[in-house]
């Protein structure tokens, strides 16, 4: 069974920092890019970040570029994602995502965790 489980969301003021993981497994996780995908109340889905299966080219969106960090252990099938200097529209659930390569639709999706700032 294919599973992506996201985890280390929460509630942050302004300006803080929170680290998301996402546990992969049921699929060779390592022959996968893996995304992170968020979505505010109200709003469309919103691409985040993109990793290659080695790790090493990231994409980011304008949006959050300079301010968060994807990265990967595939040792340990878990992708990451590093939020600094968090702003109350980076609010939203934030899921993680795999496909085999850039143009193809995502193959497999987590449930989501939730991201709050807020003062």
């Known amino acids: 069974e294919v599973q992506l489980v996201e985890s280390g969301g929460g509630m942050v003021q302004p300006g803080g920092s929170l680290r998301l993981s996402c546990a992969a497994s049921?699929?060779?996780?390592?022959?996968?890019?893996m995304s992170w995908v968020r979505q505010a109340p109200g709003k469309g889905p919103e691409w985040v970040s993109t990793?290659?299966?080695?790790?090493?080219?990231?994409y980011y969106a304008d949006s959050v570029k300079g301010r968060f960090t994807i990265s990967r252990d595939n040792a340990k099938n878990t992708v990451y994602l590093q939020m600094n200097s968090l702003k109350p529209e980076d609010t939203a659930v934030y899921y993680c995502a795999a496909r085999v390569g850039v143009g193809y639709e995502y193959d497999y999706w987590g449930q989501g965790t939730q991201v709050t700032v807020s003062s």
């Open positions: 990793i290659n299966t080695g790790g090493g080219n990231t």
């Open positions: 049921g699929f060779t996780f390592s022959s996968y890019d």
